[in-house]
């Protein structure tokens, strides 16, 4: 199940010319061992204990289930859970797409389980599996950090969110594509749209990499597989909500500066952060963020390294430069900026491997930021002021 990638079978070209120096790098590791690379192994254990950390300081200090039920979209997903097992949707306000809580219908109504439980059981589960994936697609350096660098991720692992379904959706729809099962591909890359739509991006660059293949039989078995997944999630929108597009129509009054989704590069981004008011700690964080993305993306365009590896994988280029090029043009001054490290998670990885040769290759300081910022992501979704009056109370 953990495969470890070698490079060559990522950058998908021979490397076997090009002598490494391989005395000279066993005598590096043998120096200092915590720059070897980490295993699937231990990238799960990193996982255990950064997720341990997280619960065990949100237990200090309030119920986790009434932490869940007011976290982020939660409540709206338990809400339309809900809606879907009894098929009653009066009530229901439609925006967050329902990929996610379709599962969780089905999960509580197969189990007995509470929507709640469901929403946390099929996060953490779907974490972890990105996790395995993410280990399998580009080793265990990106794994790892991808574990560790993100409150959002975190947070929504075990607090309930889609972004753990999607990633294990839209990264094993990426391992599929890269040992040539179209159709499996198509299929998850499908379902990841119905839970979040730019997921379409990954069924676009499965079409138009068979096209480019001309395996024109292929292709037409994706595109079909696209169209009823599509026609499934509609039609109940349009039934019991006049609207197959309630979802993306509702975007548009709630979130979107205008009809359309985009804008200019950044434009968003500087109309929030220096009109709006905010902490400067969230204005560090959020910029910050953008900041990793920018740099991640020009060194995506500047190495050769990662232009040899989307020439090879173009599917999962096709995803990730337009997933980012429309982070930098959302086109909504209230969350382009202050949600951007959550929308950034599914390119993260790539932002990862483009970085590879800056990002410094030791095991301590992956494991110091697990410690590190599972507090603060912990401390995050508790409320600083939360935080500061329980030490103070401690305290006194």
Request: with cysteine; glycine share 8%; proline share 5%.
């Amino acid at each position: 199940m953990c495969y470890h990638p070698s490079l060559q079978s990522i950058l998908g070209e021979q490397i076997s010319a090009q002598p490494v120096p391989e005395k000279a790098a066993r005598q590096k590791l043998e120096a200092n061992p915590w720059q070897a690379e980490p295993s699937c192994r231990e990238v799960l254990l990193l996982t255990t204990f950064t997720y341990l950390m997280f619960a065990a300081v949100i237990l200090t200090s309030t119920s986790f289930t009434d932490l869940v039920d007011k976290f982020g979209d939660s409540s709206a997903y338990m809400s339309v859970a809900s809606a879907l097992r009894r098929w009653s949707f009066d009530g229901i306000v439609v925006k967050q797409f329902w990929g996610l809580p379709y599962l969780m219908a089905a999960v509580s109504f197969l189990t007995g389980i509470s929507d709640r439980t469901s929403l946390l059981l099929v996060s953490l589960l779907s974490s972890l599996l990105s996790v395995v994936l993410a280990y399998r697609l580009w080793g265990g350096w990106v794994a790892g950090f991808f574990v560790v660098l993100n409150f959002d991720w975190m947070q929504r692992s075990l607090l309930g969110g889609s972004e753990p379904l999607f990633m294990a959706l839209l990264l094993g729809a990426f391992l599929s594509i890269r040992r040539e099962q179209w159709l499996i591909a198509a299929l998850l890359a499908s379902l990841a749209t119905v839970v979040r739509p730019l997921g379409l991006f990954a069924l676009i660059g499965v079409g138009l990499t068979l096209l480019r293949k001309q395996d024109f039989r292929k292709l037409t078995y994706a595109v079909l597989i696209g169209l009823v997944i599509g026609a499934l999630y509609v039609l109940p929108l349009a039934q019991h909500f006049g609207d197959p597009l309630a979802n993306v129509s509702r975007y548009q009054i709630t979130d979107w500066d205008g009809s359309f989704p985009f804008t200019w590069p950044f434009l968003a981004f500087v109309y929030q952060g220096g009109l709006q008011p905010a902490p400067w700690t969230n204005l560090a964080l959020t910029f910050g963020w953008i900041f990793f993305a920018v740099l991640g993306s020009v060194a995506m365009i500047g190495t050769e390294r990662f232009r040899n590896y989307g020439r090879t994988h173009l599917a999962e280029i096709l995803f990730a430069a337009p997933y980012l090029a429309f982070l930098f043009m959302y086109n909504s001054s209230f969350w382009a900026r202050s949600n951007f490290p959550r929308f950034v998670i599914p390119v993260i990885p790539f932002v990862l491997f483009a970085l590879d040769k800056w990002i410094p290759k030791d095991r301590r300081l992956m494991w110091s930021l697990g410690l590190g910022v599972s507090v603060l992501a912990a401390s995050s979704a508790l409320g600083i002021r939360n935080i500061m009056s329980l030490l103070h109370k401690t305290v006194g």
